[in-house]
């Protein structure tokens, strides 16, 4: 068995955490997910004003997908109820939250921290909003600040990589964070072959293995900066290998999303059994074309 591997004053069973998503929107998934093996699982965000009416929808690509989702359509009072009766079995739940300004944030973290729930991961780097997202370090350290005067609860603050990504990341430390995680989704879009337009309407969020080179390198060159706060890595996690990969390049731990759309029960078993093998942690799901291993290029 594994040590156990220590995120947001959590103590979980081993380093896989479940992202925030569409299948973190329900109870009943939360708690198999969990079954199943997870070490913990994070909540789809929680808003105090969810969305209506949205058309939400998702585009499978050969290297991920890109999704238009925002916020749970779930009320605070809703989850409330459900984050209780979690907190009340002891899981190791991380609540997702954001909310139109860093006083309203604050104020919802510690609605929810009353609930019991024992770590929070402020989701306040989502790219699907109407406009986009120009995320500065003002804004990371205005919403982290509000949130670290309110509660004692260990949080780790969502980010994107990105432009700014190394200020980002040290605003929401100055400002108090316990963690950050690292990625959220990033722009992309994807032309309609017919009509030429893009699809889904326009640049949402990208996420799948396509990301996880990308977010890798961001880790590793915010260690080489010299940042020291836990990092959950989060971006294209499909096999315990993509797991070891983010713990080599200085992660606590891993969250695992868009893998999961694709037989969720049986794909994280799969991940979280790989993870703990001792020999070979991405036995099972290389590569069949030899991707990942250098190619010579001949003159
Ligand atoms: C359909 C979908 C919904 C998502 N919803 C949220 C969300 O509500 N809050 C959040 O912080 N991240 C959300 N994410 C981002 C994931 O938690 C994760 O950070 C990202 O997809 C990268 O990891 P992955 O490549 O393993 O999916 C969503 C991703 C997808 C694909």
């Not at 940042?227 to 891993?254: C, E, M």
């Amino acid at each position: 068995m594994a040590a156990a591997t220590h995120v947001l004053g959590l103590s979980l069973a081993n380093p896989v955490v479940i992202g925030s998503g569409l299948l973190t929107d329900q109870e009943r998934n939360i708690r198999r997910l969990l079954e199943t093996g997870a070490g913990a699982v994070v909540t789809k965000t929680i808003h105090p004003s969810p969305p209506t009416g949205l058309d939400e929808r998702i585009l499978r690509l050969p290297t991920g997908m890109i999704n238009s989702t925002t916020y749970s359509k779930r009320s605070v009072d809703h989850w409330a109820g459900i984050l209780r009766d979690l907190a009340r079995d002891r899981l190791p739940v991380i609540a997702s939250l954001h909310a139109d300004s860093p006083a309203e944030l604050a104020e919802l973290a510690a609605q929810v921290e009353a609930t019991g729930c024992r770590a929070l991961e402020l989701g306040i780097s989502c790219l699907n909003e109407e406009d986009g997202l120009e995320d500065t370090p003002e804004r990371v350290q205005a919403y982290t600040a509000a949130v670290r005067a309110v509660t004692r609860a260990p949080f780790s603050v969502k980010l994107a990589v990105g432009e700014g990504l190394h200020a980002r990341a040290f605003a929401a430390a100055r400002a108090g964070a316990d963690a950050v995680t690292i990625s959220d989704t990033l722009p992309a879009a994807a032309v309609h072959p017919e009509t030429g337009d893009l699809r889904l309407g326009g640049v949402f969020g990208y996420s799948g293995p396509g990301i996880k080179p990308l977010v890798l390198a961001a880790l590793w060159k915010l260690r080489r900066a010299g940042f020291t706060l836990p990092v959950l890595g989060s971006g294209g996690v499909q096999s315990g290998r993509d797991v070891h990969d983010y713990l080599q390049v200085g992660a606590v731990a891993a969250q695992v999303y868009t893998a999961l759309h694709t037989d969720m029960y049986p794909t994280l078993a799969r991940i979280v059994a790989e993870t703990a093998g001792p020999e070979n942690p991405g036995r099972g799901s290389e590569p069949v074309t030899g991707a990942g291993r250098p190619e010579r290029v001949r003159p």
